[in-house]
């Protein structure tokens, strides 16, 4: 939704939609740069702004989408007309920026669209306990959308963002990249929590809960696309859908890699019962997400190295939460490191496979690439390494695992 040539275009999807028989509610967000320069609006009024008054201002931007839309779909002769968050309602909880989904009221939206109008719903937003509007924080409109699709009971729900679909890792780093037909809730999931920025985890989460047929499509099409029923995007589906579709099982999904990680490493800390909770306790209580987590075999004089990644962005806020409990804790140092990355790959034939996690440690050893860290889920294996190194690593790892367009796995 960058602007009104933008809502034109998207407009003729949604009309081209309703023309092949379907009942449509649309989510739309704000568009581009406008939350931004709502937000700028709210710091500049008062650095220290209430976050339910915030909430009022960044929330008109998805407002006057839904308002554009809904006229430029009448001017298309369509019936068309929007409802605000408050109008369904949409109920959130009281944690204004940042709230959260309770519940939506889809009685009267769903009469609408029965009676041949298309609703038009601004996304990332809702009203709360307290009866004032609320935002659901950066993200939150694919989050609306699949919220409203589960409260509708859609068929499907069509996302489409600045990407024709999901690939087997970033095409900008591998050329070869292939666009994926399908993939599972859980392995959509951890792409999204290691890397991949086309879906937020909020949205597949919340998708996975509902079960909610999603797909990716691409918003920057010509208004003679192949509609979306044709399935021209990727969907996301449950295992068993998956196995439905009858596509050929490939081990490992999507590689994805992240650079926004630093390293932490605290040394000599006394390796007793309890030492580890204390180094993570406070941390919690900040609200920082560790990831990986090493400790290493303890030294002879009963101490031990821990080391684990933060999100870089929290990198200096941990440094000095630990250093005000260097005491409790015991450890003799911090040794940072904010120039490394998250190299993932992510597959439900992990579960049923062996040697998944081999394959990937000898192919980087292969050619030098140093691992520093490890960790794992029963879908997803993650090491750290020098952030140098990552562009090489994404590539020798899609074609080690047969990702390659022109690989027997195309």
Known sequence: MAGTERIRRVANIVRRQQAAGHEVAVVVSAMAGETDRLVNFCREANPLY?????????????????????????????KARSWLGWQLPIHTDNAHAKARIGDIDSDAVIASMQAGEIAVIPGFQGIGEDGRVATLGRGGSDTSAVAVAAAVKADRCDIYTDVDGVYTTDPRIVAKARKLKAVTFEEMLELASVGSKVLQTRSVSLAMKEGVRVQVLSSFVDDDAPLADDLPGTLIVSDEELEGLDMESQLITGIAADKNEAKVILTRVP??????????????????????????????????????????????????????????????????????????????????????????????????????????????VSVLIDEDETELAVRILHTAYGLDEDSEAA
């Open 50 to 78: 209430d976050p339910a008054e915030y909430d009022v201002v960044v929330a008109a931007g998805e407002q006057i989408t839904s308002g554009l839309l809904a006229l430029t779909l009448q001017a298309l002769g369509c």
């Open 271 to 380: 390796d007793k019962p309890g030492a580890v909770a204390q180094i993570f306790g406070p941390l919690a209580a900040a609200s920082i997400n560790v990831d990986m987590i090493i400790q290493n075999v303890g030294r002879e004089k009963g101490e031990t190295d821990v080391t684990f990644t933060v999100p870089s962005a929290d990198l200096v806020r941990t440094q000095a939460l630990l250093e005000e409990q260097k005491g409790e804790i015991g450890f003799n140092r911090i040794i940072t490191d904010a120039k490394v990355a998250k190299i993932s790959i992510v597959g439900v034939g992990m579960r049923s496979h062996a040697g998944i996690a081999a394959t990937m440690f000898k192919a980087m050893a292969d050619r030098g690439i140093n691992i520093q860290a490890i960790s794992t889920s029963e879908i997803k």
